[in-house]
């Protein structure tokens, strides 16, 4: 049933129309927004200086101003610059919860793509057990299990991401072994190995490189959300939910310390998207597979 | 309809490899469920008497049985934090969590099929743009920040609204519309998708050479073909729904079942924990059961083997 239920998904969401109008627009605005991001993270912390947990209790809560582009929280610590330390940190969690998904999920999914096809099915029913799953309920659940901190979230925003990574890898298995160089590639002699890791996975690599896109908008978006409700990062790390965390109990004095963590949640999330979206449409016929 | 029967009889096969894996991951903790509902001070033979009454002494596999006995009977244990069941706990707060869903989706319904159904009417237009665009913006958002800076304006400043807690109407409105701002993005794009690709079929060209207006054709021959991809999106975000409901209730300090999850973990109380786990699994795989049955009522193609 939820075999189905997500083949139809993937099914309808190939079917999503992406951006009206031209389609490199899409790509592009995307490209920009990632590259502004990579580069602010790089250099940002060096451009802007500073310590983003100094406090400074005489400035708490400072509006925007040349000095605090985006104002001041109530310790008095620059928003601006616990921003741009913030993307790094938000930059770590993409890949952490990117490898550890992928890296558990796209072995699994070749394996189960070319196994004998009882040990196919096994993979894919456990396999849809975990997708059954509300993603931030099992998040939740690993968070509860394994204690709060921003490396637990991490790890419970990747297991509810494996199963995606299991079926689309898997489907792609499926749909190239029986192609002609595959069967060269059989009689000669290679073995199953070799051929999954060397010949087919090279060949998956761009679907699989798409979705990983297309997830990291929800990575963002669920770290953020772990974090906010005081189960993944922790004060005084500038990581973006937790600073609207803080930045809660000033509201009604202060709206900035939340409004602007917020804008760039939105700005890498739809970054993301976009990439994404505008990879997968410029590489449609590889990842219609 | 026997693929669905086959599927309804999954289900259940399902529920017990979920409800198997939530029992052994809660119980290979290393804390002690007894210990913690006994509290730090309490005398070792409490808490051996507590272990023994809990059932917490017997090997996990009969633990596992004991509890799928009781789950049966509607009986998930008690919370350790109040003592109380955990049914009762849960089932005080459910009505809470499902008006608020309810309502969110309600709304994600009026303006997403309606507003697709223009797009796709009007594609390329500047309105089909500004649509598509708001709804990239309007899925990239995070939740809880689009709730505080409701908040900040329409309760702190403008004191149209009350800012957290259930009561009258008026409680409603930012929680539900916070939370029905992904499902609105989702079903408008899937039904300006199902909606453009129905226009392109012969029966509708038809129907427009015969001279009704594009609005009559679609509402009345496109829109009902172009439903069953939006029943699909509807059923198969309910996961969604239930991840962006536990975090609009903590917002919102809203009394339902998302909030009462999040407080339990943060009191480890594993009870509630598993019931809440276990119930919001059930809810989605029920929920895509139901949309493989309205699509098979509605669209003959889908009932075949």
Redesign the interface.
């Known amino acids: ?2 075999t ?2 997500i083949q ?2 993937a099914r ?1 969401l190939r ?3 992406a ?3 031209a389609k490199e627009p899409e790509l592009l605005i995307g490209a920009v927004l990632c590259g502004v991001a990579v580069l602010a993270a790089l250099f940002g912390p060096m451009l802007l200086g500073g310590d983003p947990a100094a406090q400074d209790l005489f400035h708490v809560l400072q509006p925007p101003s040349w000095s605090h582009p985006c104002g001041t929280d109530a310790f008095g610590r620059d928003i601006l610059l616990r921003l741009v330390y913030g993307l790094r940190l938000t930059i770590m969690e993409i890949a952490v919860s990117l490898v550890v998904a992928a890296g558990v999920g796209v072995p699994v999914g070749l394996c189960a793509g070319m196994a004998p096809a009882w040990l196919d099915s096994a993979i894919m ?2 396999s ?2 975990v997708f ?6 099992l998040a ?2 690993v ?3 394994m204690g709060p901190g921003l490396f637990h979230a991490l790890l419970a925003i990747a297991a509810f991401s494996i199963p995606v990574y299991i079926r689309l890898a898997r489907n792609l298995t499926v749909s190239l072994r029986h192609s002609v160089w595959v069967e060269a590639l059989q009689v000669l002699g290679a073995s199953r190995a070799r051929i999954l890791f060397l010949h087919i996975l090279p060949n998956a690599a761009t679907p699989l490189l798409v979705q990983a896109t297309l997830s990291s ?1 929800t990575v963002v ?1 669920s770290a ?2 772990l974090s ?4 993944g990062a922790q004060p005084p790390l500038p990581e973006w ?1 937790t600073m ?1 965390s803080d ?2 109990n000033a ?2 004095a202060a ?1 900035w310390p ?2 602007f ?2 804008l760039a ?2 700005a890498a ?2 970054g993301l ?2 990439l994404g979206d505008g990879l997968r449409d410029r590489f449609d016929s590889s990842s219609r597979r | 309809m026997s693929r669905l029967l086959r ?1 309804a009889a ?2 259940p096969l ?1 529920m017990l ?2 409800s198997a ?2 029992f052994v ?2 119980h290979a ?1 290393p804390g002690d469920p007894a210990r913690l509902m006994a509290g730090p001070q309490a005398p070792e033979s409490t808490i051996m008497a507590l272990r023994v009454r809990l059932g917490l002494d017997q090997p996990l596999g009969a633990q596992y049985l004991h509890f799928l006995e009781r789950a049966a009977h509607g009986d998930f244990g008690i919370s350790l934090r109040d003592g109380s069941p955990v049914s009762t706990v849960i089932v005080e707060r459910l009505p809470y969590s499902l008006a608020l869903g309810g309502l969110a989706y309600l709304l994600a319904l009026l303006v997403g099929v309606p507003g697709g159904a223009f797009a796709a009417a009007r ?2 237009s500047w309105g ?2 500004l649509l ?2 708001a709804t ?2 309007g ?8 709730a ?2 409701g ?2 304006v329409f309760a ?1 400043r403008l004191r149209w609204l009350p800012l957290m807690g259930a009561g009258d109407w008026r409680h409603y409105v930012l929680p539900a519309l916070v939370l029905s701002l992904l499902p609105m993005a989702m079903i408008l ?2 039904t ?2 199902g909606a ?2 129905v226009l392109r079929q012969d029966y509708i060209r038809t129907a427009r050479a015969k001279g009704l207006s594009p609005w009559t054709t679609i509402t009345r021959h496109a829109l009902r073909n172009a439903l069953a ?1 939006v029943v ?2 509807v ?2 975000n ?3 729904l ?3 409901a ?2 609009t209730e ?1 917002v919102f300090d809203w009394p339902g079942v998302g909030r009462l ?2 407080d ?3 009191y ?1 109380d ?1 009870p509630v ?1 598993q019931g ?2 276990l119930l ?2 059930l809810g ?2 029920l929920a ?2 139901l ?2 049955g309205v699509i098979a009522r509605f669209d003959p193609k889908a009932r075949g083997a």
Do not use: H, K, Q
């Not at chain 1, 059954?132 to 309920?137: D, E, K, R, T």
């Not at chain 2, 899925?139 to 689009?146: D, E, H, K, R, T």
């Open positions: 049933m939820i189905m239920g139809r998904l309808l079917r999503l129309p951006l009206p109008g029913t456990v849809d057990v059954a799953f509300p993603g931030l309920i939740l659940l968070v509860s299990l908008g978006l953020a959300s906010f409700l005081g189960l939910g609207m930045g809660r509201l009604g709206f939340c409004l963590p917020g949640i939105a999330v739809i998207n976009c | 599927r999954a289900l399902i490899g979920v894996a939530v991951a809660i903790l594609e390329g089909d743009r598509m665009a990239l913006v899925a990239s958002l995070a939740g809880f920040w689009v505080l800076l908040m900040e702190v794009r899937m300006r998708a453009r690709e991809p699909t999106v059923a198969l309910l996961g969604g239930i991840s962006g536990v975090v903590t999850l999040v339990s973990v943060r480890r594993y924990i809440v786990t919001s699994v989605v795989l895509n059961l949309a493989e």
